[in-house]
């Protein structure tokens, strides 16, 4: 398991990215905010996150798994599909946006409701790995998504092939992604279509309470930050919605005058 956070890489650190000093204060963080999740006067809080990566990777598969649904002969996401689910002390709303190439453009119409994204690529699939990595790229980059927790589950460990965390890490550039977009981001190994991981219960839910204590942690500002971009993202769509009424109402004024000059009508 690596957790990265914003501080600059330690060439001791063989690639975690950390410095001891740090990862003693995220742990310590961490740890405290898995306790407030037991804690009976907890207010309930709604998060919203994002399940992203390329087609075939196991989103969906992971989504299912979560719901505790069959996690056999899953279809191919077309578009999106949202799950409502409820997790410790939280409400969790999960957006799993398709991975094909076509509907990747989408992604960015849902970065700004997001309190966090999880990222899941096919680690047996070395031949897409590089596709993997320019998505994560945009992803990270952008500016809605920077500076948000991310969580990188490297799928399909029953596969003999699969990559192993540190190759991921390096075939993705996330050390230089983390550390560029200031994201705190964790990668873990896991494997969508098993029941039960190693702690008795789902391994994508074991995986998930990291992202959803990272988020605790940091709710009130990481909320109020998804308030201000929504609002922000709906003035701009309105803005282009009227941009785009009165390209047409222009286009159809000059169809009216080209007809009338040419002594016919409207069209």
């Not at 490297?154 to 390096?170: F, G, M, P, S, V």
Request: proline share 3%; net charge positive.
């Amino acid at each position: 398991m690596y957790i990265y956070t914003t501080l600059k890489p330690s060439r001791k650190s063989h690639g975690t990215g950390l410095k001891k000093a740090a990862v003693n204060r995220n742990m310590c963080s961490l740890m405290s905010n898995y306790c407030c999740l037991l804690c009976p006067c907890q207010v309930r809080k709604k998060m919203t996150i994002l399940i992203l990566g390329l087609d075939n990777a196991g989103k969906t598969t992971l989504v299912k798994g979560l719901q505790k649904e069959s996690t056999c002969d899953i279809a191919p996401t077309v578009g999106f599909s949202r799950a409502d689910l409820h997790i410790d002390r939280f409400d969790v709303t999960m957006f799993d946006l398709g991975g094909s190439p076509n509907i990747r453009a989408i992604w960015q119409n849902y970065y700004a409701d997001a309190h966090g994204a999880v990222f899941v690529v096919d680690s047996s699939d070395q031949s897409r790995i590089a596709e993997a990595r320019d998505a994560v790229t945009g992803i990270l980059m952008h500016p809605q998504i920077a500076g948000k927790p991310v969580l990188v589950l490297a799928n399909k460990q029953d596969n003999e092939r699969a990559l192993c965390e540190a190759d991921i890490i390096e075939h993705l550039s996330l050390e230089q992604l983390v550390n560029k977009n200031k994201c705190l981001c964790k990668i873990e190994k896991c494997s969508a279509v098993q029941v039960k991981g190693p702690k008795g219960e789902y391994c994508g839910l074991t995986s998930l309470r990291w992202l959803l204590a990272t988020i605790n942690g940091d709710h009130a500002k990481l909320h109020q930050r998804v308030l201000q971009d929504s609002a922000e993202q709906k003035q701009h769509q309105e803005a282009e919605r009227k941009e785009r009424y009165e390209r047409v109402r222009l286009a159809r004024l000059q169809r009216c005058k080209v007809g009338r000059a040419k002594g016919g009508g409207v069209y």
